[in-house]
């Protein structure tokens, strides 16, 4: 481990920050692409380069990201990965002529396809085992407000400059995450410094190339070279996945995929992902080119949803932390399917008011998905494979977009040029492509409600199951506790008597309301009474009528007016490790115990320890009665 891991709210809070940073450079330029064409003077299939290059750039960087995160000090990595989208945004906005803008996007893209699965991986090494689903519902929410945010912000920029201003907003954000990113973190990846398998890279690299770009070309071009891209690209795909499985160190460990919750929950990460990436890019394009809408007024479309989705998103990981992703995740699909319906019967209309509030429900229900679906699919890996399938869940978010931006761009444009005829104007026949790809849309929706059915089926790992049993063994139940309405007098001759420095006050219901120590007594008579310094002054200034007076009102109070009301406590179904970075993180020597709410005991450093000891006795001796073996410590969590 490098360096010293920080508190970890800040650290998720940067990585989140990272996550939004990335997802929001994938559509940040599109709404500048008819100002760029018109400055360069360029085509259209000309400008979408920006776009395809750019997913093509960041997907190749994605296999190479669990190498790199496994191998580099995690701030160190982190800052050179932030360096580089500051230097290709820099490039962008100094960009002579288009070739240079485009070299400047490939920078960026080889940026966010490290940004992603660095910034989940962090998340995943530091975020309490209880509480993934709340964060990564924080990182759902990132990767459903970037592309969003994204368009709307573009659109308020080019109302006041020109495209220019948008390379450089984006190198503004960078150096804010870089800054960051120096200032708060710290070591969090255990390096295990692994082969890099140069073959595996070149591979993947061809195979993710020979796919994006056929898909992106398919409706745009010869359709022979697109399918034998792509068929190049699957081959290719074929060829390193049988590497992957002979080598010792692979550069993507696909016995990830063997385990099938995982592959379901990646399957429908990028089911919801393509839904968002299509409607977010060509809603605003179709109110733009159907109606004249100025820019602005197109993305702030997307603006209603944007807002609510930034709040539905962590409430669907915390109710997934509670009950689970059975019921949020088909809720999610219906969401969305039945909405893009909707949205596809009323988008002749034009009306930018009734299509923000239709669009509402289609960004809410991607909230409810993509934050627990992520959550549920890393929770059913082994420990050693969280790198890896975070980096095939980030390979799997570029391939979504892939196939939400290109492919539906080029069935929206297809269906439309179909539906052109004598006395049909451009307007009914936009709309009539657009409707045509609402539906493909509808099935995609489908296909993923009807998957997330399968959820129910798989349980709750065993790992996570067996935790509580450790710790039930090393509990301390017989704990000494105090009413809220006990009085001070109470608290310090429970000290005295059980020779405690500390007791949780704990209330009818059960719960822990708060916390007092002799320590906490203490301060409290120094704030209050200037007479006292130390213990000692109850010696001292016994006898001195005016203190011993404060001193008596002191001692008759209810002791809920001095406890500590913030209490860090633990869950009866947290591992051990997880408890043990809690108690050093707040430098406490004990923690109250939970279990549904309710205190049952509590846990402190020396039962850790005694457990610890214990158990690698125990170890030592099973080793000692097998000639040859070497003694492997026990404690599950530590």
């Given at each position: 481990?490098?360096?010293t ?6 650290v998720?809070?940067?990585?989140a ?16 692409f008819?100002?760029?064409?018109n ?15 750019y997913m093509?750039g ?9 190498f ?9 990595l982190?800052?050179?990965?932030v360096?580089?989208?500051v230097?290709?945004s820099?490039?962008?906005g100094?960009a002579p002529?288009f070739?240079?803008?485009l ?16 910034a ?5 090494d530091?975020a ?6 709340a964060?990564?519902?924080l990182m759902g ?6 592309p969003?945010?994204?368009?709307v912000?573009?659109?308020?920029l ?7 201003i ?5 190198a503004?954000?960078?150096v804010?995450c ?7 973190l ?6 295990t410094?692994?082969?890099l398998d140069?073959l595996?890279?070149i ?9 994006f770009y ?8 010869s ?11 699957a081959l290719?795909l074929?060829?390193?996945?049988a590497r ?6 692979p550069l993507i ?23 968002v990436?299509?409607l977010?890019?060509?809603i ?5 080119n ?12 997307l603006?209603?949803?944007i807002?609510?989705a930034?709040?539905?998103?962590p409430?669907?990981?915390?109710i ?10 088909p809720i999610?699909f ?9 949205v ?6 034009g009306n ?13 229900g991607?909230?409810?998905?993509i ?18 399938g975070?980096?095939i869940?980030?390979?799997g978010f570029?391939?979504a ?10 069935i ?8 052109m005829?004598?006395?049909v104007s451009?307007?009914a026949?936009?709309s009539?492509?657009?409707?045509v790809?609402?539906l ?6 489908v ?6 059915l399968?959820?129910?089926r ?14 039930s ?9 105090l009413?809220p309405d006990d009085?001070?007098?109470?608290a310090?001759?429970g000290?005295v008597?059980?020779?405690?420095s ?17 320590g906490?007594i203490?301060r409290?008579l120094a704030d209050?009474?200037t ?7 109850l010696i001292?200034e ?11 009102q002191?001692?008759?109070?209810p002791?809920?007016e001095?406890?500590?009301k913030h ?9 051990l ?15 109250p115990?939970l ?6 005991g ?5 039962n850790i320890?005694r ?6 006795l ?9 000639p040859?073996r070497r003694?492997v410590?026990k404690?599950d969590g530590?």
């Amino acid at each position: 481990m490098s360096g010293t891991i920080r508190n970890p709210k800040t650290v998720i809070a940067v990585a989140a920050l990272a996550v939004f940073l990335a997802t929001f450079n994938e559509t940040f330029l599109g709404v500048a692409f008819a100002p760029i064409m018109n400055d360069f003077e360029i085509s259209v299939s000309t400008v979408q380069w920006l776009a395809t290059a750019y997913m093509l750039g960041a997907a190749v960087m994605v296999p190479v990201s669990a190498f790199l995160y496994r191998s580099i000090p995690t701030r160190r990595l982190f800052l050179f990965i932030v360096g580089i989208l500051v230097v290709g945004s820099v490039v962008g906005g100094l960009a002579p002529n288009f070739a240079a803008l485009l070299i400047g996007r490939i920078i960026q893209a080889l940026g966010t396809g490290l940004l992603i699965p660095v910034a989940m991986n962090i998340t995943l090494d530091v975020a309490p085992r209880h509480k993934l689903g709340a964060y990564m519902g924080l990182m759902g929410a990132m990767v459903t407000l970037g592309p969003s945010v994204s368009v709307v912000l573009s659109g308020v920029l080019l109302s006041i400059a020109d495209w220019h201003i948008l390379l450089w907003f984006f190198a503004g954000l960078s150096v804010v995450c870089f800054v960051l990113g120096a200032a708060l973190l710290g070591g969090v990846a255990k390096l295990t410094h692994p082969r890099l398998d140069v073959l595996s890279v070149i591979l993947i690299s061809f195979a993710l190339f020979g796919i994006f770009y056929g898909l992106s070309t398919i409706f745009d071009g010869s359709v022979i070279v697109s399918l034998s891209t792509i068929v190049v690209g699957a081959l290719a795909l074929a060829w390193f996945a049988a590497r992957q499985n002979k080598l010792e160190h692979p550069l993507i460990d696909l016995n990830a995929l063997r385990a099938k919750p995982f592959l379901v929950g990646v399957i429908l990460n990028m089911l919801a992902l393509i839904l968002v990436f299509a409607l977010n890019i060509l809603i605003p394009v179709f109110l733009q080119n159907s109606f004249g809408a100025r820019p602005l007024a197109a993305a702030l479309t997307l603006a209603p949803a944007i807002v609510l989705a930034a709040v539905a998103a962590p409430i669907a990981g915390k109710i997934y932390d509670k009950h689970g992703a059975k019921l949020l995740l088909p809720i999610g699909f219906v969401l969305m399917f039945a909405f893009v319906f909707i949205v596809s019967l009323f988008i002749s209309t034009g009306n930018i008011v009734l299509l923000a509030l239709l669009y509402i429900p289609v960004i809410v229900g991607s909230g409810l998905i993509i934050g627990p679906v992520q959550s549920f699919a890393l929770s059913r890996l082994a420990p050693e494979l969280n790198a890896h399938g975070v980096t095939i869940l980030s390979t799997g978010f570029q391939v979504a977009g892939c196939i939400g931006v290109s492919l539906f761009s080029g069935i929206f444009a297809t269906a439309a040029a179909f539906a052109m005829a004598p006395g049909v104007s451009a307007t009914a026949a936009q709309s009539q492509g657009f409707r045509v790809m609402c539906l493909l849309l509808v099935l995609v929706g489908v296909a993923g409600f009807a998957l997330s059915l399968c959820i129910g089926r798989y349980k709750a790992p065993a790992r996570i199951a067996a935790a509580p049993s450790i710790l039930s063994r090393i509990v301390k139940r017989d704990v000494y506790t105090l009413h809220p309405d006990d009085k001070v007098l109470d608290a310090l001759r429970g000290f005295v008597d059980k020779k405690v420095s500390g007791m949780p006050v704990v209330d009818d219901a059960g719960k822990v309301v708060g916390f007092v120590s002799d320590g906490d007594i203490m301060r409290y008579l120094a704030d209050q009474h200037t007479a006292f310094k130390t213990s000692y002054s109850l010696i001292i200034e016994s006898g001195n009528e005016n203190f011993d007076e404060k001193l008596t009102q002191m001692v008759r109070l209810p002791v809920s007016e001095i406890a500590r009301k913030h209490v860090i406590s633990v869950n009866l179904d947290m591992d051990l490790g997880e408890i043990c970075k809690i108690l050093v993180e707040h430098h406490l020597k004990k923690a109250p115990v939970l279990e549904n709410g309710k205190m049952v005991g509590i846990i402190n450093r020396s039962n850790i320890t005694r457990y610890s000891v214990n158990s690698y006795l125990e170890s030592l001796a099973e080793a000692a009665t097998q000639p040859g073996r070497r003694p492997v410590p026990k404690p599950d969590g530590i």
